[in-house]
T-cell receptor, first 115, second 110 residues
């Protein structure tokens, strides 16, 4: 149980284009979903927290107009990187939690490369 | 300030050489502590949740323990396949946010 999928697993796009990443909880309803960014050999950096049907809460320094998050249902959240630039290249990981204070279950991650 | 600190940053062991990883935290009103394993290029895999001091949980060669100030992840007779980064995390009270430690990179040599 507690499986989270993420799609795509990797994507290459040209500078200036937008990319959408999907995160789904497959066998439980996720009260909250999280989006993280991870640089090589570094820990997870929380970008934003989203609850179904409400606006995402972004961490300080994360541009909400650049990283659009939509938590459409209790099993689906999407992250859209708008007008991507090479500095947005990174490993993006989503996670889902069944409730406040509960453990998070992570997706496999998406490797984004912007050329 | 709420903080989670893991040590050591990296640990190199020979196969069969048991050791422990440390996670110390300063969080008011602890509501749980989580351990994860992360392989390169993959998302973290959930291992354990500990809720109260004195609690222990085991899974194969791993055993997690919790005190009022820290948690240990004991690895008994590790194998090369145990090589990974181990992360601990603590949920903050009153909200959804969880803070993660920087992780311990474990290398087990055959």
């Amino acid at each position: 149980g507690a499986v989270v999928s993420q799609h795509p697993s990797w994507v290459i796009c040209k500078s200036g284009t937008s990319v959408k990443i999907e995160c789904r909880s497959l066998d439980f309803q996720a009260t909250t979903m999280f989006w993280y960014r991870q640089f090589p050999k570094q820990s997870l950096m929380l970008m934003a927290t989203s609850n179904e049907g409400s606006k995402a809460t972004y961490e300080q320094g994360v541009e909400k107009d650049k990283f659009l998050i939509n938590h459409a249902s209790l099993t689906l959240s999407t992250l859209t990187v708008t007008s991507a630039h090479p500095e947005d290249s990174s490993f993006y990981i989503c996670s889902a939690s069944p409730g406040t204070g509960h453990e998070q279950y992570f997706g496999p991650g998406t490797r984004l490369t912007v050329t | 300030e709420d903080q989670v600190t893991q040590s050591p940053e990296a640990l190199r062991l020979q196969e069969g050489e048991s050791s422990s990883l440390n996670c110390s935290y300063t969080v008011s009103g602890l509501r749980g502590l989580f351990w994860y394993r992360q392989d390169p290029g993959k998302g973290p895999e959930f291992l354990f949740t500990l809720y109260s001091a004195g609690e222990e949980k085991e899974k194969e060669r791993l055993k997690a323990t919790l005190t009022k100030k820290e948690s240990f992840l004991h690895i008994t007779a590790p194998k090369p396949e145990d090589s990974a980064t181990y992360l601990c995390a603590v949920p903050l009270g009153g909200g959804f946010k969880t803070i993660f430690g920087a992780g311990t990179r474990l290398f087990v040599k055959a």
